[in-house]
């Protein structure tokens, strides 16, 4: 069965562009989040989705950084006015069920790298 | 807020010999969850513990869960070249579903 798919897998942009990235997550999975991953650091949480809502924005580095998802399937991580410093690798997680089960194993895509130049 | 942290950052490891990471969580965990991330690929779900003191084994990988549920361990034995990689463990603190990361431990495996 296919796994999480992201697009692109590269994209580099010029600062103050604005970028958008795309998670297909695993059909029927509830659970959706979007981490970045900055060169040989770990994972740091941007946003959760329960279906379409997003009960955990928290992670969101500035106002800069928005993300939705339709249709309780694929979402869509924008980054206006991009910084050199937003440049990292963009991973999407999804997981089968509510996020109520913290239990819950999270199926990871292979990343957007994203370089702003 | 809840800091989960693991060491070593970085572990060089001779092709056979074994190695211990750790993982330390400042709040008690619900459950830890361990994940394998190869060279350029993305994080990959091991293993999860749930239980206080909870041992699981995986051929030559055993993990563990601390009785307090606020540490673990990832035990590799007789590492090989396959080994090689960053291993991250994740906590979550209730039946919440947001796993926080530690910052991972890259093993590298020289023959």
């Known amino acids: 069965g296919a796994g999480v798919s992201q697009s692109p897998s590269n994209k580099v942009t010029e600062k103050g562009k604005d970028v958008e990235l795309r998670c297909d997550p695993i059909?029927?999975?509830?659970?959706l989040y979007w981490y970045r991953q900055s060169l040989g650091q770990g994972l740091e949480f941007l946003i959760y989705?329960?279906?379409?809502?997003?009960?955990?924005k928290s992670g969101l580095p500035s106002d800069r950084f928005s993300a939705e998802r339709t249709g309780g399937s694929v979402s869509t991580l924008t980054i206006q006015r991009t910084q050199q410093e937003d440049s990292a690798v963009y991973l999407c997680a999804s997981s089968p069920n509510s996020w109520e089960r913290s239990t819950d194993t999270q199926y990871f895509g292979p990343g957007t790298r994203l370089t702003v130049l | 807020g809840q800091q989960v942290m693991q060491i070593p950052q970085y572990q060089h490891v001779q092709e056979g010999e074994d190695f211990t990471t750790y993982c330390n969580s400042s709040t008690t965990l619900s459950n830890i969850q361990w994940y394998k991330q190869r060279p350029g690929g993305h994080p990959v779900f091991l293993i999860q513990?749930?239980?206080?003191?909870e041992v699981k084994k995986q051929k030559r990988l055993t993990f563990q869960f601390g009785e307090a549920k606020k540490n673990s361990s990832l035990h590799i034995t007789a590492t090989q070249t396959t080994d090689v990689g960053t291993y991250f463990c994740a906590g979550s603190r209730g039946s919440w579903g947001k796993l926080q990361f530690g910052a991972g431990t890259q093993v590298v495996v020289t023959p």
């Open positions: 059909s029927g999975h509830t659970a």
């Open positions: 513990l749930v239980k206080s003191g």
């Open positions: 989705f329960q279906g379409n809502s997003a009960p955990d």
